[in-house]
Protein backbone atom coordinates (compact mmCIF):
# COMPACT_ATOMS: atom_id res chain seq x y z
CA UNK A 1 0.00 0.00 0.00
CA UNK A 2 2.47 2.44 0.54
CA UNK A 3 4.26 2.02 -2.17
CA UNK A 4 0.59 3.02 -4.48
CA UNK A 5 1.42 6.77 -4.54
CA UNK A 6 -2.33 7.37 -6.36
CA UNK A 7 -3.15 5.85 -2.89
CA UNK A 8 -1.35 7.59 -1.07
CA UNK A 9 -2.43 10.93 -2.50
CA UNK A 10 -5.73 10.34 -1.55
CA UNK A 11 -5.21 9.35 1.77
CA UNK A 12 -3.07 12.77 2.03
CA UNK A 13 -5.62 14.91 0.87
CA UNK A 14 -8.58 13.41 2.71
CA UNK A 15 -6.64 14.21 6.18
CA UNK A 16 -6.12 17.61 4.79
CA UNK A 17 -9.83 18.28 3.98
CA UNK A 18 -10.75 16.80 7.69
CA UNK A 19 -7.90 18.72 9.35
CA UNK A 20 -9.67 21.93 7.47
CA UNK A 21 -13.21 20.80 8.62
CA UNK A 22 -12.08 20.62 11.99
CA UNK A 23 -10.39 23.94 12.17
CA UNK A 24 -13.29 25.45 10.08
CA UNK A 25 -15.58 24.44 12.59
CA UNK A 26 -13.19 25.47 15.70
CA UNK A 27 -13.35 29.18 14.45
CA UNK A 28 -16.82 29.45 14.05
CA UNK A 29 -17.51 27.99 17.41
CA UNK A 30 -14.92 30.62 18.79
CA UNK A 31 -16.55 33.46 16.68
CA UNK A 32 -20.13 32.28 17.87
CA UNK A 33 -19.02 33.07 21.24
CA UNK A 34 -16.94 35.85 20.81
CA UNK A 35 -18.35 38.97 22.70
CA UNK A 36 -16.95 41.24 19.94
CA UNK A 37 -19.56 40.37 17.83
CA UNK A 38 -22.03 40.61 20.18
CA UNK A 39 -25.99 42.09 18.85
CA UNK A 40 -25.99 45.73 20.08
CA UNK A 41 -29.13 46.53 19.24
CA UNK A 42 -31.84 46.29 16.03
CA UNK A 43 -33.12 49.33 13.42
CA UNK A 44 -36.57 49.05 12.68
CA UNK A 45 -37.98 49.53 9.56
CA UNK A 46 -41.22 49.63 8.18
CA UNK A 47 -45.09 52.05 8.06
CA UNK A 48 -45.52 51.84 11.53
CA UNK A 49 -48.60 53.00 13.24
CA UNK A 50 -49.58 51.07 16.19
CA UNK A 51 -46.12 49.27 16.80
CA UNK A 52 -43.61 51.46 18.32
CA UNK A 53 -39.93 50.58 18.14
CA UNK A 54 -39.32 50.30 22.10
CA UNK A 55 -41.90 47.71 22.22
CA UNK A 56 -39.71 45.76 19.38
CA UNK A 57 -36.65 46.31 21.98
CA UNK A 58 -38.78 45.18 24.73
CA UNK A 59 -39.46 41.64 22.90
CA UNK A 60 -36.16 40.83 22.63
CA UNK A 61 -34.22 42.49 25.25
CA UNK A 62 -31.80 40.24 27.63
CA UNK A 63 -33.22 37.16 25.30
CA UNK A 64 -30.38 34.92 24.23
CA UNK A 65 -30.73 35.26 20.59
CA UNK A 66 -26.64 34.67 19.94
CA UNK A 67 -24.45 37.21 18.20
CA UNK A 68 -23.99 38.17 14.90
CA UNK A 69 -22.30 34.84 13.74
CA UNK A 70 -25.20 32.80 15.56
CA UNK A 71 -28.00 34.75 15.76
CA UNK A 72 -31.40 32.60 16.16
CA UNK A 73 -33.15 35.05 13.50
CA UNK A 74 -36.00 32.35 13.72
CA UNK A 75 -36.57 33.26 17.68
CA UNK A 76 -36.70 37.15 16.92
CA UNK A 77 -38.99 36.66 13.84
CA UNK A 78 -41.64 34.78 16.79
CA UNK A 79 -40.50 37.50 19.34
CA UNK A 80 -41.37 40.54 17.13
CA UNK A 81 -44.38 38.81 15.43
CA UNK A 82 -46.01 38.42 19.26
CA UNK A 83 -46.17 42.24 19.57
CA UNK A 84 -50.09 42.78 18.92
CA UNK A 85 -50.85 44.69 15.80
CA UNK A 86 -47.12 42.76 13.97
CA UNK A 87 -48.65 40.73 11.01
CA UNK A 88 -45.48 40.01 9.47
CA UNK A 89 -41.67 40.63 10.97
CA UNK A 90 -38.53 39.81 8.27
CA UNK A 91 -35.61 39.90 9.94
CA UNK A 92 -31.54 39.92 8.84
CA UNK A 93 -28.32 40.79 9.97
CA UNK A 94 -26.50 44.22 9.39
CA UNK A 95 -22.86 44.13 9.85
CA UNK A 96 -21.10 44.10 12.12
CA UNK A 97 -23.53 43.66 15.02
CA UNK A 98 -27.20 44.83 14.80
CA UNK A 99 -30.31 43.60 13.41
CA UNK A 100 -32.42 44.81 10.65
CA UNK A 101 -36.43 44.29 11.32
CA UNK A 102 -38.99 44.77 8.67
CA UNK A 103 -42.39 44.80 10.27
CA UNK A 104 -45.83 44.72 8.26
CA UNK A 105 -48.81 45.53 10.94
CA UNK A 106 -52.15 44.35 10.58
CA UNK A 107 -54.72 46.66 8.45
CA UNK A 108 -57.34 46.46 10.53
CA UNK A 109 -61.46 46.01 8.64
CA UNK A 110 -63.28 45.38 11.47
CA UNK A 111 -64.29 43.45 14.58
CA UNK A 112 -65.37 40.15 13.92
CA UNK A 113 -67.91 38.62 15.82
CA UNK A 114 -68.01 41.74 18.44
CA UNK A 115 -64.56 40.58 20.09
CA UNK A 116 -61.60 40.18 17.67
CA UNK A 117 -60.10 42.44 15.61
CA UNK A 118 -60.04 41.07 11.73
CA UNK A 119 -57.25 42.41 9.29
CA UNK A 120 -57.88 43.10 5.53
CA UNK A 121 -56.88 39.52 4.52
CA UNK A 122 -59.36 38.07 6.86
CA UNK A 123 -57.00 37.50 9.59
CA UNK A 124 -58.04 37.47 13.27
CA UNK A 125 -55.74 39.14 15.70
CA UNK A 126 -55.56 40.64 19.13
CA UNK A 127 -55.65 43.96 19.31
CA UNK A 128 -56.85 47.01 21.46
CA UNK A 129 -60.92 48.34 20.78
CA UNK A 130 -60.61 50.85 18.42
CA UNK A 131 -64.27 52.59 18.63
CA UNK A 132 -66.11 52.96 14.98
CA UNK A 133 -65.11 49.83 13.25
CA UNK A 134 -67.92 47.76 11.31
CA UNK A 135 -68.72 44.46 12.61
CA UNK A 136 -68.21 41.18 10.92
CA UNK A 137 -70.32 38.27 11.60
CA UNK A 138 -69.80 34.40 10.08
CA UNK A 139 -69.44 31.01 10.72
CA UNK A 140 -65.91 29.64 11.94
CA UNK A 141 -63.50 29.30 8.84
CA UNK A 142 -65.88 31.94 6.82
CA UNK A 143 -63.30 35.39 8.15
CA UNK A 144 -61.71 35.14 4.85
CA UNK A 145 -64.95 34.91 2.98
CA UNK A 146 -66.48 37.74 5.00
CA UNK A 147 -63.77 40.00 4.92
CA UNK A 148 -63.34 39.54 1.26
CA UNK A 149 -66.93 40.32 0.71
CA UNK A 150 -67.16 43.07 3.11
CA UNK A 151 -64.51 44.90 0.85
CA UNK A 152 -66.21 44.23 -2.27
CA UNK A 153 -69.75 45.14 -1.01
CA UNK A 154 -67.88 48.55 0.42
CA UNK A 155 -67.14 49.73 -3.41
CA UNK A 156 -70.39 48.66 -4.69
CA UNK A 157 -72.23 51.28 -2.32
CA UNK A 158 -70.06 54.17 -2.33
CA UNK A 159 -72.31 55.82 -5.26
CA UNK A 160 -74.77 55.62 -1.91
CA UNK A 161 -72.34 57.84 -0.13
CA UNK A 162 -72.66 55.05 2.36
CA UNK A 163 -70.53 52.63 4.44
CA UNK A 164 -71.26 49.34 5.70
CA UNK A 165 -71.74 49.30 8.93
CA UNK A 166 -72.24 45.70 9.56
CA UNK A 167 -71.99 42.32 7.19
CA UNK A 168 -73.46 39.22 8.83
CA UNK A 169 -72.65 35.30 6.87
CA UNK A 170 -75.55 33.37 8.89
CA UNK A 171 -75.17 29.38 9.23
CA UNK A 172 -77.38 29.17 6.03
CA UNK A 173 -74.50 31.10 4.23
CA UNK A 174 -77.03 34.31 3.66
CA UNK A 175 -75.51 37.64 3.32
CA UNK A 176 -77.00 40.99 5.21
CA UNK A 177 -75.39 44.08 5.00
CA UNK A 178 -76.28 47.58 7.11
CA UNK A 179 -75.25 50.64 5.84
CA UNK A 180 -74.63 54.07 7.61
CA UNK A 181 -77.46 55.16 6.22
CA UNK A 182 -79.38 52.84 8.96
CA UNK A 183 -80.65 50.50 5.67
CA UNK A 184 -80.72 46.99 5.88
CA UNK A 185 -79.70 45.00 3.28
CA UNK A 186 -80.80 41.02 2.92
CA UNK A 187 -78.37 39.74 0.18
CA UNK A 188 -79.51 36.11 0.32
CA UNK A 189 -77.20 33.24 -0.31
CA UNK A 190 -74.75 33.10 -3.39
CA UNK A 191 -77.18 31.25 -6.72
CA UNK A 192 -75.79 30.48 -10.06
CA UNK A 193 -78.31 32.77 -11.71
CA UNK A 194 -78.41 35.44 -9.23
CA UNK A 195 -74.78 36.32 -7.63
CA UNK A 196 -74.98 38.04 -4.45
CA UNK A 197 -72.65 41.14 -5.81
CA UNK A 198 -74.78 41.32 -8.86
CA UNK A 199 -78.27 42.11 -6.51
CA UNK A 200 -76.30 44.53 -4.70
CA UNK A 201 -75.26 46.45 -7.83
CA UNK A 202 -79.11 46.16 -9.31
CA UNK A 203 -79.93 47.83 -6.21
CA UNK A 204 -77.59 50.46 -6.13
CA UNK A 205 -78.04 51.19 -9.79
CA UNK A 206 -81.87 51.61 -8.96
CA UNK A 207 -81.71 53.38 -5.66
CA UNK A 208 -82.38 57.16 -6.92
CA UNK A 209 -85.08 55.88 -8.68
CA UNK A 210 -86.80 53.94 -5.87
CA UNK A 211 -86.48 56.39 -3.22
CA UNK A 212 -88.05 58.97 -5.96
CA UNK A 213 -90.96 56.09 -6.67
CA UNK A 214 -91.69 55.44 -2.42
CA UNK A 215 -91.03 59.44 -1.53
CA UNK A 216 -89.50 58.10 1.72
CA UNK A 217 -86.18 56.34 3.39
CA UNK A 218 -85.90 53.19 2.93
CA UNK A 219 -85.19 51.11 5.62
CA UNK A 220 -85.05 48.03 4.72
CA UNK A 221 -84.54 45.69 1.12
CA UNK A 222 -85.11 42.28 0.35
CA UNK A 223 -82.74 41.68 -2.58
CA UNK A 224 -83.31 37.86 -2.97
CA UNK A 225 -84.98 37.98 -6.34
CA UNK A 226 -83.57 37.67 -9.85
CA UNK A 227 -85.36 40.44 -10.72
CA UNK A 228 -85.94 42.61 -8.63
CA UNK A 229 -86.57 43.92 -5.08
CA UNK A 230 -88.69 44.41 -1.90
CA UNK A 231 -88.41 47.58 0.10
CA UNK A 232 -89.84 48.51 3.61
CA UNK A 233 -89.93 52.17 4.00
CA UNK A 234 -90.29 54.61 7.06
CA UNK A 235 -94.16 55.45 7.44
CA UNK A 236 -96.13 58.51 9.59
CA UNK A 237 -95.67 57.21 13.07
CA UNK A 238 -93.61 54.19 12.38
CA UNK A 239 -92.20 52.31 10.03
CA UNK A 240 -95.03 51.30 7.28
CA UNK A 241 -94.18 48.35 4.69
CA UNK A 242 -94.39 48.70 1.07
CA UNK A 243 -93.61 46.16 -1.75
CA UNK A 244 -92.13 47.89 -5.42
CA UNK A 245 -90.38 46.66 -8.32
CA UNK A 246 -89.93 43.05 -6.72
CA UNK A 247 -90.57 39.68 -8.83
CA UNK A 248 -90.90 36.33 -7.51
CA UNK A 249 -87.70 35.23 -5.43
CA UNK A 250 -85.31 32.70 -7.13
Not at 201 to 219: I, N, P, Y
Amino acid sequence: MWNNARLMNLIATGMLVLAGAIVAKIGFVLLASSPSFTISGASVYGLLDRVTRDQVSEAISGRPIGNFFSADLALVKQLVEEIPWVRNADVRLQWPDRLAILIEEHRVLGRWDGERLINVHGELFAGAPTAGLPRLFGPNGSEAEVAKRYCKFREIVKPLNAEPVELVLSPRYAWTLKLSTGLIAELGREQQKSAVDARLERFVDSHAAATELTGRKMLHVDLRYPNGFAVRIGGLGGEAPRVVGARKKG
